[in-house]
């Protein structure tokens, strides 16, 4: 136990601190933020929790909860992620997040594909490549500074010393996601700050795009949504009646394949022959939503008004129009009647034995 000794009085005993906060940040002795980022990240996750119960009982569309959750939860996140994302591991731990984030948004079981999730909500950025733009603007931001302002003369000190910083591991991680730093991109474009964001996030966004190319390769979904869905703000900008902005979650869920439409014994099942969960036809399991939407005796006054609506052809096939955006002939009908296929569907489900 160390003492502070002054002239004239009792040694008072020096108490050592594992953390101490700076910047409005709690910062760990041993300068790991992984703990902490963990911790603000389950905040988060507790606020996208509460937000997607409301989605789920219909009390918010899932367009205004989006723009919810990135005004109050991403807003408030965001704060100091350039520090936490150079956190060893901290790219997983984020991607993890945001993926669970995606999913509880559309009521999707954890086992299910996160950039369905993803591109339904209109994200086109991971956790990481979130945090990884702010990591570019906040380096651009120093980069900038006067030659004789003191916090930037430590952050280009610390650069050029080489020994272990924010500054070098902050380099390694745009250079993992090929963003020119701020002064090879200056002497090349001589742009602003705010076009070096637009630059950074253009790189950054493409390499998101590419890992959910990959990781959708052959999947279903990408012939309904090849890339990643505006539905939620168009529809909103459009100015939908609210019932079909409630309904916009379960066209997602339809086009996610979230719905299950058949049956075997009032129980999910891997059969081959199974029965269709409102009228009892006979289908195989892939024939569900083809067979609700355009043939299922069930769901005649759905089809009926999707059929009525201006500018829906004559024989045009519902199915067909799931990957329809809004403002698109029928898109209003269609998504209402999803939103009753979705209820229906859930409760079959929540009586089955
Ligand atoms: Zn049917």
């Given at each position: 136990m160390f003492h502070l000794r002054l002239v004239g009085r009792p040694p008072v005993p020096i108490h050592p601190v594992e953390q101490h906060l700076w910047l409005g940040l709690r910062w760990q002795h041993e300068q790991n933020f992984l703990p902490l980022l963990n911790q603000r990240l389950a905040a988060a996750g507790a606020q996208c929790a509460s937000l997607a119960g409301l989605v789920a009982n219909g009390g918010v569309p899932l367009a205004v909860a989006m723009a919810t959750f990135e005004m109050v939860i991403e807003g408030s996140f965001r704060f100091g992620r350039w520090l936490l994302a150079?956190?060893?591991g901290a790219s997983e731990v984020l991607n993890a997040a945001y993926e669970g984030w995606a999913r509880s948004f559309i009521g999707a079981?954890?086992?299910?594909?996160a950039m369905v999730a993803a591109s339904e909500l209109g994200w086109p950025l991971s956790g990481a490549g979130r945090a990884a733009v702010d990591v570019a603007v906040r380096r651009a931001t120093l980069w900038a500074?006067?030659?004789?302002?003191l916090y930037g003369a430590v952050f280009r000190g610390s650069q050029a010393a080489g020994h272990p910083s924010w500054a070098r591991a902050s380099l390694c991680l745009l250079q993992d996601w090929g963003v020119e730093d701020w002064p090879i991109w200056k002497a090349r474009c001589a742009g602003s700050l705010a076009a070096y964001k637009a630059y950074a996030k253009t790189v950054i966004t493409g390499r998101c795009l590419a890992a959910r190319a990959q990781a959708l390769d052959?999947?279903?979904?990408v012939q309904l949504?090849?890339?990643?869905?505006q539905d939620l703000a168009k529809g909103y900008a459009l100015g939908l009646p609210t019932s079909c902005l409630r309904a916009q979650r379960s066209v997602s869920r339809l086009r996610a394949g979230l719905l299950t439409l058949t049956h075997r014994n009032r129980r999910r099942s891997w059969a081959r022959l199974q029965y269709c969960i409102f009228c009892e036809a006979t289908l195989a399991p892939e024939e569900g939503l083809s067979h609700a939407l355009n043939?299922?005796?069930?769901?005649t006054k759905g089809r009926a008004a999707f059929g009525q609506a201006p500018g829906v052809g004559a024989g045009a096939e519902p199915g067909a129009s799931l990957g329809a955006e809004p403002g698109s002939p029928g898109y209003q009908q269609l998504a209402e009647w999803a939103g009753a296929l979705d209820s229906s569907a859930t409760e079959f489900w929540s009586g089955a034995p």
């Open positions: 150079v956190a060893p079981p954890p086992w299910r594909n500074l006067p030659e004789d302002d052959g999947h279903p979904y949504r090849p890339c990643v869905s043939v299922c005796g069930a769901w």
